[in-house]
């Protein structure tokens, strides 16, 4: 169990890989992680199921390269197996008609937009798929996202592929041109933030996942807990997706850089 079955580079710091797990295969819904432990002192790394093969009982991720855990789960490959993986956890996204439908990726976190991509089409949605990224090697699975959408936009900050400009700048032109009844943004904090003003501008309900550290991943640490409208949620377990509208950004934005020296400094110690 556990045994990875591909591992592929994507970019500079980005890395998938499947691995062998029935019971996880055979389990996962759209919008639901995982959580990993590459060795026994490790750090659990929660990661978004991308993909399944339920007949091989093979499950795939996809990582971004940014502390030490995720530098040592880059040094596994075919073969080798995950110590750990705990699973699947989260609230599904609800997947169902909802008429046109927008979902909006950004950089590593496509990723975790992919499936609900996937979900959404095959639950017979008109879908509109927006990924954007610094640059052009940053964009993953364009092809696998465009098999799923009615129509594909590729955003980049330098315009090395698709237009260049911001993902909300892509949102405004659809949401003038058309209706769309609900939207999803997955990727940095700022982005989900900047496309929830943006669909909240239209009255678009739009849904964003939430990636704040996690331990346990069942409710019980309070490690990932988030302000969502009046209340304090759990994203393992109430999450990981809310209504944009109701996060709490500036907060959550300032949790997310909580450790990042921390992290830095691990790393950099890892790599003498
Ligand atoms: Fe512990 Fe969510 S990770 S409560």
Redesign the pocket.
Known sequence: MNRITKYRQLSDNEYEIWFENDRIAKKAQPGQFIILRVDELGERIPLTIVDTDKDNGTVCLIYQVIGKSTKKLSTLTVGDHILDVLGPLGTPTEIKQYGTVLLVGGGVGIAALFPIVKGLKEAGNKVITVLGARTADLIILKEQCEAYSDELIVMTDDGSLGEKGLVTDAMERIFKRETVDTAWAIGPSVMMKFCTLTAEKYGVPIYVSLNPI????????????VSIGDTTK????DGPEFLGTDVHWDEFIQRMKQYRDEEACSLETYQK
């Open positions: 996690m331990i346990d991943g069942t409710g019980m640490c309070g490690g990932c807990r759990f994203a393992c377990v």
